[in-house]
Structures are given as C-alpha cells and as structure tokens.
C-alpha cells in the first residue's frame, strides 16, 4: 500500500523560502514519477514540478525559477524547495506519484496538461506567504 505524507509547511514571509517533504512508503519501484501540485482557494489544482528515475524535469508553467525538486532515494523522500517565495504561492501542496510508470523516449512523467493521471496522493501541506 502506497502512502505518501507531506510536511514542512507553514507561514512564511514574501520573499523567503521554504523546503517541503514527501515520505514515501510502499513506493520503491525501480522506475518511478513523482511530483508537486498545489491548488489554491478557488483555483483549479495545477503541476509545480514532476521528476523520474532518470532525473528527468517537468515544469508547470512559472514554476522553473524558483522552484526545485529532488529525491532522496535512500530514504525515499522527495523534496521541494521553494524560493523567493511570492503571496501568489500560497496554496495547499500535494505530492504524488505514477503507478506503473515505465520511462520512455517521451517524457511521460509531467505536469504539463495533459498529461497522465497521477495515482497516488498524499493529504498536503499548506503554504501561506504573507507581504
């Protein structure tokens, strides 16, 4: 049973920065795709960032230059840092992965629409920025 659990939210000031988990357990596939999503009150939810087993990147759109995802595949965790964070960025945080996903010459593992359904999620974390 795959669970993810995010933490590290919390208030923040504009301009600061901020570093989310995600523990993963039940996840160790050897080809795997995570990611980031937020949405925040009265928005649609949209992708921050996605990440395979290759170290292959997908951007949602705005998101490159400030935002950097990573994994830990020690302890199976996977990390967003945030900077220079804006009140624009406050939303609630998801992370979540593919099941079965299986690498291929076109990258797959995306947050850009459309792209394939994400199986797993975790509960989020919230992020408020304040000005």
């Known amino acids: 049973q795959v669970r993810l659990v995010e933490s590290g939210g919390g208030s923040v000031q504009d301009g600061g920065s901020l570093k989310l988990s995600c523990a993963a357990s039940g996840y160790d596939n050897k080809n795997w795709c995570m990611a980031w999503f937020r949405q925040a009150p009265g928005k649609e939810r949209e992708g921050v960032v996605a990440i395979d087993n290759e170290g292959r990147l997908s951007y949602g759109e705005s998101m490159k230059a400030r935002f950097t995802i990573s994994k830990d595949s020690v302890s199976n965790i996977l990390y967003l840092q945030m900077n220079n964070v804006k009140p624009e960025d406050t939303a609630m945080y998801y992370c979540?992965?593919?099941?079965?996903?299986?690498?291929?010459?076109?990258?797959?593992?995306?947050?850009?629409?459309?792209?394939?359904?994400?199986?797993?999620w975790g509960q989020g974390t919230q992020v408020t920025v304040s000005s």
């Open positions: 979540a992965a593919r099941a079965n996903y299986q690498p291929s010459w076109r990258l797959t593992c995306s947050v850009v629409p459309p792209h394939p359904d994400f199986d797993f």
